[in-house]
């Protein structure tokens, strides 16, 4: 019988949450008032960094919300370099703006864009006209896109008209199951998984994931604080690993797609 999983001895990295507190949207649960009771949550999950975008409604359409999301994220660096690794947030929509922010965030050190969310943001689908002066810049500079998944289709153009830049895609059991999401896997070697939210709904499917994917592309994510971090660690940590394969999930890769494999 397989034992309940202990923290591992290095610092477990969460590849994709958002910093949001009580204020910022209509949780249904009670989430943390301030950035210390959030972070605080973190780690005591095991959790020593976090990366993640704010998203807030329709600010995909609006240059000034969608340089309040990027300020956003920046603010809470500022406060909290230890715990907090920003995602640049852009938009098809603006695409001028979204890349003028790519290159700010690039010049301050950081290298993630996202998650992006097209739902949250007010456009239908990634794959547009303005898509492409985006992806091409991430992949120039090789900074790693993460995506809430919109539908297959939409993904698997993307991700074939862009074979230079890498794409995160977020939970993986999502509204077309895990099945599809790992043919797109198989198909194109820029894409990755984070296991936040949904990723690791079923027993068996991050040890599915790894057989066909290979460990060191899926990252490990919570969607924190509006799914339970410590639940994620513990999934991980009971999957039918090895101690590699864990170890690439909960820390290194995210390192290696930022090119910081010493950041921590």
Same mark, same amino acid.
């Given at each position: 019988?397989k ?5 591992? $001895?290095?610092?477990? +990295?969460?590849?994709?949450m958002?910093?949001?507190?009580s ?31 704010f ?5 995909g359409? $609006?240059p000034?919300k969608? /340089?309040?999301?990027?300020q ?13 690794y ?22 301050? %050190?950081?290298?993630? +864009? ?8 007010g ?12 992806? $091409?810049?991430?992949g ?14 939409d993904? =698997? ?5 862009f074979?230079?830049?890498?794409f995160? +895609?977020?939970?993986p059991?999502?509204?077309y199951?895990?099945s599809?999401?790992? /043919? ?10 984070d296991?936040?939210?949904?990723g690791?709904f ?6 599915? %994931?790894? =057989? +066909? ?6 990252l490990?994510?919570t $969607? ?9 660690v513990? %999934? ?5 690993l090895?101690?590699v ?5 909960l820390h ?6 930022? %090119?910081?494999?010493q950041?921590?």
């Amino acid at each position: 019988m397989k034992n309940f999983p202990v923290l591992p $001895d290095y610092p477990v +990295i969460d590849a994709h949450m958002h910093p949001y507190l009580s204020g910022d949207r209509n949780f249904a649960f009670k989430v943390p008032d301030d950035f210390s009771g959030f972070f605080a949550v973190q780690q005591a999950a095991g959790i020593k960094l976090s990366c993640g975008s704010f998203n807030q409604a329709d600010g995909g359409k $609006d240059p000034e919300k969608l /340089q309040q999301c990027n300020q956003r994220v920046l603010a809470v660096r500022q406060q909290h370099p230890e715990s907090f690794y920003p995602g640049v947030n852009v938009s098809p929509l603006l695409p001028e703006l979204s890349c003028s922010l790519i290159e700010d965030f690039y010049r301050q %050190g950081f290298r993630w +864009i996202g998650e992006l969310a097209w739902y949250v943001m007010g456009y239908e689908k990634y794959f547009l006209p303005g898509m492409k002066m985006i992806c $091409d810049l991430a992949g120039s500079l090789d900074m790693p896109v993460n995506l809430h998944p919109s539908s297959l289709e939409d993904l =698997d153009e993307l991700l074939g008209a862009f074979p230079r830049t890498r794409f995160v +895609i977020a939970h993986p059991e999502g509204p077309y199951g895990i099945s599809g999401t790992y /043919q797109l896997a198989r198909k194109h070697d820029n894409m990755f998984l984070d296991l936040s939210g949904s990723g690791l709904f079923r027993m068996g499917m991050l040890r599915r %994931g790894v =057989d +066909i994917m290979g460990s060191e592309r899926i990252l490990f994510g919570t $969607d924190y604080p509006i799914c339970n971090p410590a639940m994620n660690v513990a %999934g991980v940590l009971f999957e039918d690993l090895n101690a590699v394969e864990k170890k690439n999930i909960l820390h290194d890769n995210f390192l290696n797609l930022i %090119g910081s494999p010493q950041l921590l």
